[in-house]
């Protein structure tokens, strides 16, 4: 079956430096890709659509220049948190649709701590 | 706007006992439904889903959902659970033709007493 790899698992990293999450799917094109977020106890929330070769879109109340989101090829999109802090703490997964309409399949996610 | 209601936070139940975890969804017609499993710290894995046809939806490791249009409903059973079911569960829904956007609802973890 199809299989998207998330990668870093998890990252730790200091406050105000940038972090990379790449999203890969492995045996298929995804040329859509989404990203969200979830805290602690909480569902997901869609931060963003990315679609290969073009800009993504974002959900409203996220910010586009913090969460840069690369979509460069149809094998991988790219999450970069730009000058984190900590309140950007959280479980970050992606999901590439892979068949048809509304077939996904999700990442294992990244657990990025700010400190 | 579609959203989803999970009105239990956490269940327990005992191993081999039946399951049902409850989902009721608001959209102005038959959405998408789906259920999904999170064990913890991993991504997310689609247990079943129902686009239309029968209400009744047979999905991956015994699990099954009901569609009721009459009760906005799209409940999530398993007859006898196992103590590997333990995890936190989604119900979601999508809008036909809407960009292929989920909505999820805020989860249900299960716990599973031996």
Not at chain 1, 51 to 68: M, R
Request: glycine share 10%.
């Amino acid at each position: 079956g199809a299989v998207v790899s998330q990668h870093p698992s998890r990252v730790i990293c200091k406050s105000g430096t940038s972090v990379k999450i790449e999203c890969r799917s492995l045996d298929f094109q995804a040329t859509t890709m989404f990203w969200y977020r979830q805290f602690p106890k909480q569902s997901l929330m869609l931060m963003a659509t990315s679609n290969e070769g073009s800009k993504a879109t974002y959900e409203q109340g996220v910010e586009k220049d913090k969460f840069l989101i690369n979509h460069a090829s149809l094998t991988l999109s790219t999450l970069t948190v730009t000058s984190a802090h900590p309140e950007d703490s959280s479980f970050y997964i992606c999901s590439a649709r892979d068949s048809g309409e509304y077939g996904y399949t999700f990442g294992s996610g990244t657990r990025l701590t700010v400190v | 706007a579609q959203s989803v209601t999970q009105p239990d936070i956490h269940i327990t139940v005992s191993e081999g006992a039946s399951l049902e975890l409850r989902c009721n969804y608001s959209y102005g017609a038959t959405p998408y439904l789906f259920w999904y499993v999170q064990s913890p710290g991993q991504g997310l894995q689609l247990l079943l889903k129902y686009f239309s046809g029968d209400t009744l939806v047979q999905g991956i490791k015994g699990f099954e959902a009901e569609f009721k249009r009459s009760q906005s409903s799209f409940n999530l059973r398993k007859p006898s659970v196992h103590w590997s079911d333990a995890a936190e569960y989604f119900c979601a829904v999508g809008a036909p033709g809407g960009g292929n956007k989920l909505t999820f609802g805020t989860g249900t973890q299960l716990k599973v007493e031996l």
